[in-house]
């Protein structure tokens, strides 16, 4: 496929990766001023999603066909 044949879906998976990046960093640094170990438990899977969502946006292949 061409790369630009799925810039939508790359484009929004960029998008909702670099949205849950910033909001689990926002949730992890406020969670270790106010409750460590239960905001962590709500920042790490966000901070995975992103980094799952960021790789799948530079991958060679559409995501979705």
């Known amino acids: ?4 044949s799925c810039l939508a879906e790359r484009l ?6 670099i949205t849950l990046l910033v909001v ?5 640094v ?9 905001g962590l438990i ?3 899977p966000a901070l995975v999603s992103s ?3 960021l ?3 530079r991958r060679a292949e559409c995501p979705i066909h």
Not at 1 to 4: E, R
Not at 30 to 38: C, G, M, R
Request: proline share 6%.
């Open 1 to 4: 496929m061409k790369p630009t």
């Open 12 to 17: 929004f998976s960029a998008g909702a990766g």
């Open 24 to 28: 689990g960093a926002l949730i992890a």
């Open 30 to 38: 406020f969670s270790l001023v106010t409750l460590p170990f239960i």
């Open 42 to 44: 709500v920042a790490a």
């Open 51 to 53: 980094a799952f969502l």
């Open 55 to 57: 790789a799948a946006a």
